[in-house]
């Protein structure tokens, strides 16, 4: 696996997919059966879709993987799709399924770090971060930093999860909200939540793909490197533990929020 240099760049793909270091040369193996790496295709059209994303927009796809949702969106929306992710061999995929598609036009995919792309002012009409967790910080932080290249009256969306019934945070989980309280962070800068898609059945047909096939995959990376049957089995380990929070304590969302207009200070 090829990395974009940046400090820290790996341990952000790791966190971000859920593995160790170690792992990341061999995620291309282990998801190789899955239809996408979120299973939120679907949620994210239908909700750009529902705002009114208008043909001929820019969307900018932070973290894009292998490029699924960003073709949907081109193909599906008439849109234009920048696509930035740390793994050059998922988006060395993602620009052979453009080819493939005859999108190239439509959608350009960069190895990048999307925390620098995101420092730098743009006018997107729309960004998205999906599946991602939390690694721009928290959700007031995550948000400002999206805000910085969305046009306003723009569209910001965020796959990210809230926590039931306010129980305790479990592990892995400990800077997550209720829902009320995640939704005032969310809005924090004075942007509306126009959409909202709460534990969609699809992400439970997505799950029940990922506990068929992974765990297979992981034996056999396993017996090509059995240096390696430590890591894979925690990481298989940590995909039953993510599913099973999702039917219980942690609530998977995707928001979609309308960014409003800076208002001069003193105005």
């Known amino acids: 696996m090829t990395v974009a240099s ?39 059209v239908s909700v750009l879709r529902e705002v ?101 009256g723009g569209w910001m969306l965020i796959d990210d999860a809230y926590i039931q019934n306010d129980a305790p945070p479990p592990p892995h989980y400990e800077g997550y909200l209720p829902r009320d309280a995640m939704e005032r962070a969310l809005a924090h800068f004075g942007d509306r939540i126009v959409a909202r898609r709460v534990h969609n059945p699809a992400g439970d047909a997505f799950n029940a793909q990922v506990l068929s096939h992974v765990p297979q995959r992981a034996r056999e990376l396993a017996a090509m490197h059995p240096m390696l049957k430590p890591e894979l089995d925690q990481y298989v380990h940590r ?5 099973a929070l999702m039917q219980e304590a942690v609530v998977p969302v995707l928001w979609a929020l309308q960014k409003t207009p800076t208002l001069p200070p003193g105005t």
């Open 6 to 44: 940046a400090p820290g760049l790996e341990q952000e793909i790791a966190y971000a997919m859920e593995a160790p270091v170690c792992l990341l040369p061999h995620l291309p193996y282990l998801l190789q059966d899955l239809p996408s790496l979120s299973g939120a295709e679907d949620e994210v």
């Open 52 to 152: 009114g994303l208008h043909p001929g927009a820019t969307v900018l796809d932070l973290g894009c993987g292998r490029g699924e949702i960003a073709l949907r969106i081109a193909q599906e929306l008439e849109a234009t799709v920048t696509g930035i992710d740390g793994h050059a061999d998922f988006i060395a995929q993602a620009q052979q399924s453009a080819r493939n598609a005859q999108c190239e036009a439509q959608c350009r995919f960069v190895t990048g770090d999307l925390r620098t792309a995101l420092r730098v002012s743009q006018q997107y009409d729309a960004v998205m971060m999906i599946a991602l967790g939390p690694i721009l910080g928290d959700t007031v932080a995550t948000i400002g930093m999206l805000r910085n290249v969305v046009r306003a």
């Open 239 to 243: 995909q039953h533990a993510e599913v």
